[in-house]
């Protein structure tokens, strides 16, 4: 079984300033990682994604996320933000030949002001 | 292609009613997901679909859930004898291939049991 814990449910940050977007997983097998982001009355768009190689990832929008198998994180990060990257963040898994089912964790809300 | 196309947006249901939702997904993505997100959580795996056939239903969340996808096209998903706890938005998602390839995600429909 996996799980995913996103460790903070809201992060407000300020205009222009970085922001890093913190998430843990567990999982007895290896696996895929994966953030999403969800717009207010939108579907999920997939921001980046870790498979295989380089721990480093970047990914649309300035996110890049890195991979930590020790420590079994996958934090996101912006150097800065915009305000119109207000919006609900997603950490997920997959694990290899599960058909690409994904688990979610429970999400944060990053809330940029002026 | 407009992409995971989810209907309807909004549906409204007495407690005790059936309700069904449809999703077509991205034209020749063989591969077809459910999902269900409370309010404030992340999404939950429900059951997937390659082509025609159902290959993970075991995450349904009661037998009240059924999902079809008879001609590997379009999918419905539905819920008999709706509950108030049934409220939430249900994601469709589809992908295309094998391995590892990107789900692409509906707008979801929200539902919500009175």
């Known amino acids: 079984a996996q799980s995913v814990t996103q460790l903070d449910s809201q992060v407000p940050v300020f205009e222009e300033a970085p922001v890093e977007l913190r998430c843990n997983y567990s999982?007895?097998?290896?696996?895929?990682l994966f953030w999403y982001v969800q717009y207010p009355n939108q579907g999920l768009q997939l921001l980046l994604k870790?498979?295989?190689?380089?721990?480093l990832v970047k990914g649309i929008n300035g996110f890049e996320a890195e991979f930590n198998k020790s420590q079994t994180s996958f934090h996101l990060r912006k150097p800065s933000v915009h305000i119109s990257d207000t919006a609900e963040y997603f950490c997920?898994?997959?694990?290899f030949g599960a058909g690409n089912m994904l688990t979610f964790g429970g999400g944060t809300r990053l809330m940029v002001k002026p | 292609d407009t992409g995971v196309s989810q209907n309807p947006r909004h549906k409204i249901t007495k407690r005790g009613q059936n309700v069904t939702f449809r999703c077509d997904p991205i034209?020749?993505?063989?591969?077809l997901y459910w999902y269900r997100q409370t309010l404030g959580q992340g999404p939950e795996f429900l059951t997937y679909?390659?082509?025609?056939?159902?290959?993970?239903k075991s995450r349904l969340l009661s037998d009240r859930f059924s999902a079809e996808r008879p001609k590997g096209s379009f999918s419905t998903l539905e819920i008999q004898r709706t509950e108030q706890g049934d409220s939430a938005m249900y994601l469709c998602?589809?992908?295309?291939?094998?391995?590892?390839?990107?789900?692409?995600f509906g707008q979801g429909t929200r539902l919500t049991v009175v």
């Open positions: 998602a589809s992908s295309s291939g094998q391995g590892w390839t990107e789900a692409f």
């Open positions: 999982s007895s097998v290896s696996v895929y």
């Open positions: 870790y498979l295989s190689g380089s721990t």
């Open positions: 997920a898994v997959s694990d």
């Open positions: 034209s020749e993505h063989n591969r």
């Open positions: 679909f390659q082509n025609e056939a159902q290959l993970e």
